[in-house]
């Protein structure tokens, strides 16, 4: 009896990563949510003012750029425990997404009014303001039972809505991307070496076949974890 009553303890409370209780935690998760909030105001005010999602990302792409790139700092602040993090999860999320803004959007201008950039950035906006509230009322250990359901469960329409709009700008870029030959390096040349952004994206599209799966699951099993009291061993990343 007394191990069927432990074992049903440790399902009621699983354990979880600890925030960081420190102002340098605090300060990261809080500046992280405002910048968020920031971009998600500037492009509800755009659609009000203008009625369509033509010229929303020439509007806000500096702050955009800035924002994710400044992102790359998050890597460090996984690995350091600034944020709870995967290391590994955070990574890829942080690398494709730099792509995407810096080596897509922003090279390829005539992909920028696809109404595939909208899917992306709406989803990227809502999930990091998601995520950084539930952070946020974490650190302050008053976290409100909304947030956290939010947390876990937004991602389930967010996660594939957000990979289908990266997914259809980079293949709006492909005819720019051949007719151009942007980015490419043909022979013959000094260094004898050739590279096709062409092909590039197109086996980046690929990557998403394997990719996405792991960190979407991966987002499930802490869904189950946490909501629901399951306890779920997992490999270190």
């Known amino acids: 009896m007394g191990l069927r009553w432990e074992n049903r303890t440790t399902c009621l409370h699983p354990p979880r990563k600890r925030f960081p ?11 992280r949510c405002s910048r968020w909030l920031v971009l998600a105001i500037a492009m509800v005010r ?21 924002f994710q790139t400044f992102a790359l700092l998050e890597i460090v602040h996984c690995l350091i425990g600034i944020v709870p993090t995967s290391v590994l999860v955070t990574g ?6 730099i792509f995407m803004v810096w080596l897509v959007t922003h090279s390829i201008k005539p992909v920028q009014n696809e109404e ?3 899917l992306f950035l709406v989803s990227w906006t809502v999930t990091e303001i998601t995520r950084y509230s539930f952070y946020t009322f974490s650190l302050l250990d008053h976290l409100p039972y909304f947030i956290k359901w939010a947390r876990y469960n937004f991602f389930i329409i967010l996660y594939p809505v957000g990979v289908a709009g990266e997914l259809l700008t980079i293949y709006a870029a492909l005819p720019y991307v051949k007719k151009t030959g942007m980015f490419s390096i043909r022979l013959p040349n000094k ?17 998403y076949i394997p990719l996405f799966p792991q960190l979407y699951f991966h987002m499930l099993r802490q869904r ?4 629901h009291g399951e306890v779920i061993v997992e490999k270190d990343d």
């Open 21 to 31: 209780k420190g102002r340098a935690g605090q300060g990261h998760v809080q500046s």
């Open 46 to 66: 755009f659609y009000m003012e203008k009625g369509t999602h033509r010229g929303l990302y020439k509007s806000i792409q500096k702050t955009l750029k800035f």
């Open 92 to 97: 890829v999320q942080v690398s494709s997404r």
């Open 116 to 118: 595939s950039v909208v």
């Open 191 to 207: 260094y004898n070496v050739s590279f096709d952004y062409y092909y590039f994206l197109l086996i980046t599209m690929a990557s």
């Open 224 to 227: 189950r974890k946490v909501l």
